[in-house]
């Protein structure tokens, strides 16, 4: 009997020490004819205590990992978030800017409007160098920032037939205007092919540039700075109104045009995930709007 109780007594310290293999030796005991039935029946509830203790301590070890995932998952968004809170900023002021000295030097006429393209290029490409550090530095993936091929035909199979479909609503916004002798389009030509302008490769470049800037970084980092229910809304309306005033510079109709156009491919950007539908999207409204048709400029 003694031998016994100093195994019962045993097992129990061991359990205690978090060696629940322990229970399994006071689980043996029960069966032991030697012992009796009272001392089987307390190894038995030594054994269950043992097994339950060990299971809520199991319970309370995954809760803990549980919540320190959950925390590490917080930080990391606060750190992506003040990342993109910094970011966002300067960009915006960098837009500001940039729209605000372009208009000055035209005014001044320091440069020519048909020189714009290679400024606004430059200015352009500075930003973008400053974007690609923060996401060398941070670690970012470029697919973060829609600079991915995943989804890209789906995203153009659903971009260019909108494209297309705007297009020929576009002609026939001309075709009505030029018939009204108000509008200041009267008498004109329904289409101008006027390609000296715009030259289509430094420009398709542009529109590249332009897309990382505007959809790709800025509807994206202020998607991640803003929380709610419409964040989506108001991370492309955001960007769209940044996008628009960097075309400050050019006239108060190509700013609204932009701001629409922006709206639009800031809407296939958040569905779409990709900037291979939005580009090519930019790039032919841009066309039609300014270059074939003439409606802002």
């Known amino acids: 009997m003694n031998r016994i109780i100093r195994l019962l007594i045993e097992s129990a310290n061991q359990i205690m020490r978090g060696n629940y293999s322990a229970a399994q030796h006071i689980f043996e005991m029960t069966d032991n004819q ?51 809170g910094f970011m966002l900023c300067y960009t915006a002021v960098y837009l500001f800017l940039y729209a605000f000295a372009l208009k000055v030097l035209l005014s001044l006429g320091w440069i020519r409007a048909d020189s714009t393209i290679a400024f606004t290029l430059g200015l352009m490409l500075a930003l973008l160098g400053g974007i690609l550090f923060y996401i060398r ?21 659903v971009s260019l037939p909108v494209t297309l479909l705007l297009i020929l609503v576009l002609i026939g916004c001309k075709v009505w ?5 108000w509008s200041s389009l009267f008498g004109q030509p329904v289409f101008r092919w006027n390609w000296s302008f715009i030259p289509l490769i430094p420009y398709a470049f542009s529109v590249f540039v332009q897309e990382i800037i505007a959809r790709g970084f800025l509807q994206t980092s202020s998607e991640r700075v803003l929380d709610g229910k419409y964040r989506g809304l108001i991370s492309i309306v955001m960007a769209s109104a940044l996008f628009s005033v960097a075309h400050f510079h050019y006239s108060l109709p190509l700013m609204a045009g932009a701001f629409l156009t922006g709206l639009l491919l800031g809407w ?24 074939w048709l003439g409606l802002i400029g």
């Open 177 to 181: 205007l030029v018939r009204q002798p």
């Open 268 to 291: 296939m950007f958040y569905y779409q995930r990709t900037l291979v539908g939005v580009v090519p999207a930019h790039f032919l409204l841009s066309l039609a709007a300014w270059e």
């Open 34 to 84: 030697e012992a009796p039935p009272e001392m089987q029946a307390l190894a038995e509830t030594l054994g269950l205590m043992g097994v339950k203790i060990e299971a809520r301590e199991m319970a309370l070890e995954q809760k803990l990992e549980q919540i320190e995932r959950q925390n590490q998952a917080l930080r990391e968004a606060a750190r992506v978030r003040a990342e993109s």
């Open 137 to 157: 530095k941070f670690h970012r993936p470029l697919s973060t920032w829609g600079l991915t091929w995943k989804g890209g035909l789906r995203a153009i199979c």
